[in-house]
């Protein structure tokens, strides 16, 4: 009877594979993930800065102008968590703490005294658009890597923004605009 052989002691393994949360592949999570922190970090500095015009405006439309950035702050605040848990679920880090905002952010700081409303008005449609360009930006990403839950919520994110762009820029208007 022939004997077994004896199962090959130099027999390779098959290495471990290694577990992620995603089956996205590549660098996929580190780049997606820069691009959401990036995101996050703009959207604390519009928020802030969207609540700092809140509470500074003044004059004959303050009661409209405060009631329409502290709505828009609202908004930009409540995209904040869905970036960061969305960097979480594809199993990266987000952002920390103030420091790591500040180093992050691309939206300037508005530290001045006084600024006008008509100026905070296009300051903040200068800036939702800055951020509305990032989102693409990180759109293009995903999209390279078929990360479609980034995509889809970056999607409803750029309407959102663009929806405030267009309240911020029909408030902007003077009596005396012709109409486009
Ligand atoms: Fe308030």
């Known amino acids: 009877m022939a004997k077994k052989p004896a199962p090959k002691s130099g027999k390779a393994k098959a290495a471990p594979r290694l577990q992620t949360q995603t089956d996205l592949s590549g660098n996929a999570i580190p780049e997606i993930a820069e691009a959401l922190n990036g995101l996050v970090a703009d959207s604390y500095a519009l928020y802030t800065k969207t609540k700092n015009f809140h509470w500074h405006v003044s004059g004959p439309h303050f009661r409209d102008y405060h009631l329409l950035f502290d709505e828009q702050a609202t ?57 509305i360009k990032r989102m693409r930006a990180a759109h293009e990403i995903a999209d390279e890597h078929d990360d479609v839950a980034t995509a889809s919520i970056l999607e409803n994110f750029i309407d959102a923004a663009e929806k405030r762009n267009w309240f911020l820029f029909e408030a902007s208007r003077t009596g005396t605009d012709s109409g486009h």
């Open 75 to 131: 908004e930009i605040f409540n995209t904040i968590d869905e970036l960061a848990e969305r960097v979480r679920k594809l199993g990266a880090k987000t952002i920390h703490s103030i420091g790591e905002i500040a180093k992050l952010q691309s939206i300037k700081d508005n530290d001045k005294d006084f600024v006008s409303p008509g100026d905070m008005l296009l300051e903040l449609m200068d800036d939702n658009k800055k951020v």
